[in-house]
């Protein structure tokens, strides 16, 4: 008899996109007419950048001989695109990081949920709160998170970030050993100061805790005030992994490619109090799981690097960053409560009148044809929020406004 792991079982409520897909089609099929604008889902909509295009199809090229086809690379990535990463998101920032402490991949999700394989089951887990879905439910498989009690889990502790805190984390009451720290912030769209993220790398260093550091969405980062990466903070490397992605950064949702850098330098424990380096961990678990990421992939990720791509992933982000300001301007002249969207692609709406989520979501839908995502489905401290995202065209953006404005009126 083959037993399931049981643990998936608990996942069961967690049907948020498809909830919205569901509520979306039933709009279409009795407004058949009407134009829906989607500012629900955090995809990017612009095309690959032109040095990205040409870099992926030099090396397709490349495959079709056979003296320069590539067969498995290695697992933890090439070291072309290691070395360019090394060079251009951390030793421009002052922060040393080892090829060896680099592991491309193919995408910030697989690594965010696989990273646990290396952490044991009892670990206790503290989120801020709402958050990137992805973290818990990949806790609840591994038998970390209790059990869920009113929407919330009990071996979790949440961190509020709310309008009330400023979306600034307070440290957790409770304890905990592995702490989800994502900025700037899905859903909220907020960012931490180089200080507010000290207080976390030194609460993590006076508890032996283990920081899931993810910068997914640093690319946004406007004001050069802001850390794009947690060693930026001194200590950090003792105490944190940091997760990249190529996706929102260069438009790379489709073609898969991001990184996880767990320094040498960070260690945890056995039961019985010995040190272990996780980076070493982190090999063996690549090394058995995971065959890298493919050469075109690779090649196109590099090529973000170079002058060109650069530039035209520069552009791109600028785009979407415009949308954003449109956005916050617009929804702030019809008198909305509005955070985010200036560091980040997200905006995050407070709901009108005590509106929950989800009603303001239907308004949205059925009043203003506009596609939002409720800001319950990322956490208990979302309810009464919507979360907007910039990735949609100029035009969709614009119109998307007007209608907002003429709603309100
Ligand atoms: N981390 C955060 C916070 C995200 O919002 C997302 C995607 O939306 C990811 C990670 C996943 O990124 P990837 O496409 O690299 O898997």
């Not at 290396?118 to 970390?144: F, K, Q, W």
């Not at 040190?275 to 890298?292: A, I, M, P, Y």
């Not at 949205?364 to 596609?371: D, G, N, P, Q």
């Amino acid at each position: 008899m083959t037993l399931i792991n049981e643990h998936f079982l608990k996942l069961q409520n967690n049907y948020l996109f498809s909830d919205i897909a569901k509520k979306v089609n039933s709009f279409k099929v009795t407004h058949p007419k009407d134009k829906i604008i989607r500012m629900g889902i955090g995809d990017v909509t612009q095309p690959l950048a032109p040095a990205v295009i040409e870099a992926m199809h030099k090396a397709v090229d490349e495959m079709a001989s056979k003296e320069t086809f590539h067969g498995y690379g290695p697992e933890q990535g090439y070291p072309f695109l290691i070395d360019a990463i090394i060079k251009h998101d951390y030793a421009s920032r002052g922060v040393f990081i080892e090829p060896g402490e680099v592991f491309i991949s193919d995408g910030a999700k697989s690594d965010c949920g696989n990273i646990g394989d290396m952490l044991r089951h009892d670990n206790s887990i503290g989120v801020t709160d709402p958050v990137y879905p992805a973290y818990i439910d990949s806790n609840v498989m591994s038998g970390r998170t209790g059990v869920l009690k009113n929407g919330k889990w009990s071996d979790v502790v949440y961190i509020p970030c709310t309008a009330e805190n400023g979306f600034i984390p307070d440290l957790p009451a409770r304890r905990v050993d592995i702490l989800y720290l994502c900025y700037p912030n899905n859903p909220t769209g907020t960012t931490l100061t180089k200080e507010e993220l000290r207080k976390w790398v030194n609460y993590a260093l006076a508890n032996d805790a283990l920081i899931m550091y993810d910068s997914a969405y640093e690319a946004y980062i406007q004001d050069p005030n802001i850390p794009h990466s947690i060693y930026e903070i001194k200590g950090a490397k003792k105490v944190a992994i940091e997760f990249r992605s190529f996706s929102k950064t260069a438009g790379f949702t489709g073609v898969r490619c991001g990184y996880t850098i767990v320094p040498k330098e960070l260690q945890a424990f056995t039961l019985n109090g010995q040190r272990v380096q996780l980076n070493k961990l982190w090999n063996r678990r690549q090394c058995t799981k995971f065959n890298g990421t493919s050469y075109i992939t690779q090649r196109g990720a590099e090529a973000v690097y170079s002058a060109a791509g650069k530039q035209q992933v520069k552009e791109t982000i600028r785009y979407y960053m415009t949308n954003a300001r449109i956005m916050k301007e617009g929804l702030q002249a019809c008198g909305f409560t509005v955070y985010g969207g200036d560091n980040a692609p997200y905006l995050w709406l407070k709901a009108p009148d005590g509106l929950s989520s989800w009603k303001f979501f239907d308004k949205l839908l059925y009043e203003a044809k506009i596609v939002s995502t409720p800001g319950v489905g990322f956490g208990p401290s979302g309810e009464g929020y919507l979360r907007l995202t910039a990735f949609g065209d100029r035009e969709d953006t614009l119109e998307a406004m007007e209608r907002l404005r003429q709603w309100s009126d």
